[in-house]
């Protein structure tokens, strides 16, 4: 169904970001879509703002001057600083008359590198990191949150990270001192002591990955029961979300699924 009520744009606004990645791919701009957008592909049923396209940190700048150029999008102006977040310094745009925005982040602050070869597509042809990617990217900042979503959107066992994660280790402290040095220069004084939040201890990868992992039961609602739920996210006998990521559409769409 249209956005908005404008005919124009695709469900979702699927196909309006899809031909941006297809422009800024034929610039030479490899990207992918993070955030909220790669965590409901893998099935997390979280309600999504931007679209938030993941570029090489140094194309970050040119990405931005082509979206202007392209058309018909639109300057947006920045969303409000939240805790643990650089979003508020991202360049935005949105298509007209419609719901449908996304923003440019630099491949630093999602602690992954927009190389082919970490990427897949979706049916769409939408770029997302690979789950193993993601997964890694989440833990090493110790996004425990995200990382807890990605676990039950796809229902990874402890023995998958043991297999596709190193897990051996602690989180990277080096940029989470970056993140938060860059948070406390982007705002106003008075606000950071609100905003503070990246981790600044160093905690094992391992035990992050298995805590995260055995809590899955622990993040049940009353209303799921366990005999007919594996996760949160995941009924018994469900197929791979990545097949089946209209279903998760329609179920924030109508239920309201804002987690």
């Not at 140094?58 to 939240?82: D, F, H, R, Y």
């Amino acid at each position: 169904m249209p956005l908005s009520g404008d005919s124009r744009v695709s469900p979702h606004g699927a196909l309006e970001v899809l031909n941006v990645i297809n422009e800024l791919e034929a610039a030479g701009i490899t990207c992918c879509l993070v955030g909220v957008s790669a965590l409901r592909y893998y099935g997390a049923a979280r309600a999504r703002d931007d679209w938030e396209i993941c570029v090489p940190t140094e194309s970050a700048s040119q990405a931005a001057n082509l979206i202007k150029e392209m058309g018909p999008w639109e300057s947006l102006p920045p969303v409000s600083p939240a805790p643990c977040s650089l979003a508020h310094t991202y360049p935005r745009f949105g298509w007209p008359k419609s719901n449908i925005s996304i923003c440019i982040m630099p491949s630093k602050d999602a602690h992954l590198e927009c190389f082919l070869s970490n990427l897949e597509h979706s049916h769409q042809g939408l770029p997302y990191p690979k789950v193993e990617v993601f997964a890694q990217s989440l833990l090493d900042v110790a996004s425990e949150a995200s990382l807890a979503d990605l676990i039950d959107g796809m229902d990874l066992e402890e023995s998958w990270g043991d297999t596709n994660l190193d897990l051996d280790g602690t989180i990277d402290l080096g940029w989470t001192n970056r993140q938060t040095q860059n948070l406390m220069a982007s705002i106003k004084p008075n606000e950071n002591n609100v905003l503070l939040g990246y981790p600044d201890m160093p905690q094992k990868r391992r035990d992050i990955w298995q805590a995260s992992v055995r809590s899955k039961v622990n993040r049940f609602g009353p209303e799921l029961p366990e005999d007919l739920y594996n996760t949160r996210f995941r009924p018994k006998c469900s197929p791979d979300p990545r097949d089946d990521t209209e279903r998760l559409d329609m179920e924030v769409a109508n239920y309201g699924l804002f987690i």
